[in-house]
RNA sequence: GGCCCAGUAGCUCAGCUGGAUAGAGCGCCUGCCUCCGGAGCAGGAGGUCGCAGGUUCGAAUCCUGCCUGGGUCACCA
């Protein structure tokens, strides 16, 4: 319907630019949804633009526009000048009905999109080395990438998620020291724990549980080798049981050793060296980053002959285009923020298209409780992880909390609210509630006797109501919001929308002396009862998005 | 110090990529209904959009410079 106002609109503006003999381009102009309702449905800025080029007041030109637009083929039935030269429009009032009919028709189909048709699209977040229990930095990256990788499938895109990880290396010989030092010292072995060693109250509790397992059978165990992979044995199973439980599922979990050893980092480096991006200095090999615009080089290849992470990280990069992705996405902390520019750099380097390799990026997460910060130090491991406050709050709670913010800044997550069950104070609830509320309205309609209506049922035109048009207006917003969001990468709008149309949807249903869906008057009541089950529909297709629950009680 | 992000109501934050009188939730205030140490309904107050310039018909939004907070500047990942 928008669409079509807008070819209208293009072409009115055609004819108008001919009138004055510009046979230039139409601009690009904006038709939105006015906030006042007294501007009508929609707006539209172009006799604004145009005042300069055509060297006529706004106004008048709005006026010539709207004589050009008429009724553009029966949408418009008023058409009036405002403000410093807006032509407000207002539809034919059914034309906001017609769409009740469009969204049940489409069902769960109505806010996808096809913008990214065909398109592959490869999405890596997480990639937590297996060295600690997920933190609530890793939890809001989880629920962010998760839900960016559905709102890119619901425009058609063929999404993978990925995991990238490190299982060998410093960190990890460090972990198996941290764990066999507790194991020692469990036993009343003398242990030397290792200075840069994890603090984590989960390494003892590793260290038990062998303990448990093995008694001392390991106390003459020479080195760390088999204590660090039943430390990462053990880690990975916690964090794979949190993403679980999140909802979380990875289609390719990427170990960074494969590069090594199938020869990616040496191929990468020979490439580079090609192009005269690599040279040897103090010992060390590296990357000619100043030449790529950056502000300084960085070490590929250590003293001891060992990769950076930044030559695998290129390695990794190069492999993920060889596998014919069409836009890439990182999902990151601000904490690897300053290392992506050099891998897209060296990437691009390589004769791969740089601006396919995308960073969303986002900032840490705070937890406030009791209008107080909770402390979060990892190093002396206080930290809140993911699986505590999964505990306290539940999936859902969680994934609505997280997904609630734009991803840069800082994200409060108010440990209160979320652990408040009053649905009316929690939005997660609130928005869930807004969703129980439609089969709670059909389980009433049942017991009279009623069935929901289908799409050619539905009367629309009885919805007349200005909180039912409100309604309707919001419903219809659906796709472009989903739209804007994945061009974006900022699922937190859905999160917003979804708020705003369980704010306009559960007043409705309360306020049963104004209106009640269930009335005398079949039409009617056939009327609000497709209206229930449109907002179902989108309730149910948002809270998808996010990877809510969309219960039916509560 | 360089770079990045943020600064909007008492608090936590939106603000559709430059539009009209800047919004939501929580909190607060007032009335009504109940009068249970609770909850509901209706209404209300609350803003120099960090500061100062600039661009524009028009700026919270774009540009420049400052201020404040956080992040980052490894032969750690």
Redesign the pocket.
């Known amino acids: 319907m928008k669409d079509r106002l807008r070819q209208e609109l293009e072409a009115a503006l055609r004819r108008l630019l001919q009138g004055f003999g510009d046979e230039g381009p139409v601009p690009e102009f904006?038709l939105?949804?006015?906030?006042?309702p007294?501007?009508?449905d929609f707006?539209c800025?172009a006799a604004?633009?145009l005042?300069?080029r055509l060297g006529k007041p706004?106004r008048d030109l709005a006026e010539a526009l709207a004589a050009e637009l008429g009724d553009a083929g029966g949408l418009v039935v008023a058409a009036e000048v405002?403000?410093?030269?807006?032509?407000?429009l207002r539809l034919a009032s059914d034309r906001w009905q017609d769409l009740l009919g469009q969204i049940l028709r489409a069902g769960d189909a109505f806010g996808s999109g096809d913008t990214l048709a065909g398109r592959r699209v490869q999405v890596e977040f997480v990639?937590a080395?297996p060295t600690g229990p997920l933190t609530l930095g890793h939890g809001r990256q989880a629920v962010i990438g998760d839900c960016l990788a559905r709102l890119l499938a619901a425009q058609g895109a063929e999404v993978v998620r990925e995991y990238y990880f490190?299982n060998g290396?410093?960190?990890m010989r460090i972990l198996g020291e941290s764990v066999k030092a507790r194991y020692l010292e469990q036993l009343g072995r003398p242990a030397e724990f290792p200075e840069d060693g994890y603090q984590g109250e989960y390494i003892a509790q590793i260290a038990a549980a062998l303990r448990e397992r093995e008694g001392d059978a390991w106390l003459d165990e020479p080195g760390d080798g088999r204590f660090r992979e039943e430390a990462e044995r053990e880690i990975f199973g916690w964090i794979r049981r949190s993403l679980d439980e999140l909802g979380i599922h990875f289609d390719v979990y990427f170990n960074?050793h494969s590069l090594y050893a199938e020869g990616k980092n040496d191929e990468v480096l020979a490439l580079l060296r090609e192009r005269d991006l690599v040279y040897d200095?103090?010992?060390?090999v590296w990357l000619r980053a100043t030449a790529l615009g950056l502000?300084?080089d960085?070490?590929l290849?250590?003293?001891?002959g060992?990769?950076?992470?930044?030559l695998?990280d290129i390695a990794y990069h190069r492999e993920k285009f060889g596998r014919g992705f069409d836009a890439i996405i990182d999902v990151q902390?601000?904490?690897?923020?300053?290392?992506f520019p050099f891998v897209q750099k060296a990437v691009g380097a390589l004769g791969f298209d740089a601006d396919a390799v995308e960073l969303v990026?986002h900032?840490?997460v705070?937890l406030?409780s009791g209008?107080e910060q909770v402390k979060q130090s990892t190093r002396k491991a206080t930290y809140v992880t993911v699986d505590e406050l999964l505990g306290d709050v539940g999936p859902d709670v969680f994934r609505f909390f997280m997904i609630?913010?734009?991803s840069?800044?800082?994200?409060?997550f108010?440990l209160d609210?979320a652990k408040e069950t009053?649905w009316?104070?929690n939005?997660a609830y609130?928005v869930q509630y807004a969703h129980v509320r439609t089969h709670g309205i059909e389980r009433k309609a049942q017991e009279k006797g009623l069935a929901m209506p289908g799409a050619d049922d539905v009367e629309a035109s009885r919805l007349e109501l200005p909180e039912e048009v409100e309604l309707l207006k919001k419903l219809g917003?659906f796709p472009?919001?989903v739209e804007?969001a994945a061009?974006?990468r900022?699922p937190?709008?859905v999160a917003?929308y979804l708020?705003?149309l369980a704010?306009l949807w559960n007043?409705y249903v309360?306020?049963g002396t104004r209106h009640r869906v269930l009335s005398d008057d079949p039409g009617l009541t056939a009327a609000r009862l497709g209206l229930a089950l449109a907002v179902r529909i989108v309730l149910r297709r948002g809270l998808a998005l996010l990877g809510l629950s969309a219960p039916e009680r509560m």
């Open positions: 904006a939105e949804v006015p906030r006042n007294d501007h009508g707006a800025n604004m633009l005042s300069k706004p405002a403000g410093p030269g807006f032509l407000n990639s080395n490190n290396g410093r960190q960074e200095a103090e010992g060390a502000d300084r960085r070490v290849v250590r003293g001891t060992e990769p950076t992470y930044l695998p902390g601000a904490d690897h923020f300053a290392q990026m900032q840490f705070t406030t209008g609630q913010r734009k840069d800044g800082h994200l409060d108010d609210l009053d009316k104070k939005p609130y917003e472009e919001l804007r061009e974006a900022e937190h709008h917003f708020r705003e704010g007043p309360q306020d």
